[in-house]
């Protein structure tokens, strides 16, 4: 059964940082894209950041330069470091894969910056 597991989730003040990592537990290929999304209450998912398995990257204007997206094909894992936190990512980031023409999803973890 195919499973993605994320982590590093929590409450930090403004300015902060966390991390979140992103565990793939039963997939036996190589994902293509890994990626991190974030839903806020009361809006739209939007796309944090992506990587490809060759290691390209690329985010939202809203995070470029304050996260860094990483990943570890061979562990099937992917890290999402967040720094500068501001209150307007308070979100539940989910880490998604994309395995052939599937798509998997974590179940996300909540995100919350004080100000």
């Known amino acids: 059964q195919v499973q993605l597991v994320e982590s590093g989730g929590g409450l930090v003040q403004a300015g902060g940082s966390l991390s979140l990592s992103c565990v793939a537990s039963?997939?036996?290929?190589?994902?293509?894209?890994m990626a991190w999304y974030r839903q806020a209450p009361g809006k739209q998912r939007e796309l944090v950041a992506v990587?490809?398995?060759?290691?390209?990257?690329n985010y939202a204007d809203s995070v470029k330069d304050r996260f860094t997206i990483s990943r570890d094909s061979a562990k099937h894992t992917a890290h999402l470091q967040m720094d500068s936190l501001k209150p307007d990512d308070t979100a539940v980031y989910s880490c998604?894969?994309?395995?052939?023409?599937?798509?998997?999803w974590g179940q996300g973890t909540q995100v919350t910056v004080s100000s």
């Open positions: 998604n894969m994309v395995c052939g023409a599937t798509v998997y």
């Open positions: 039963g997939i036996i290929c190589n994902s293509e894209l």
């Open positions: 990587i490809t398995s060759g290691g390209r990257t």
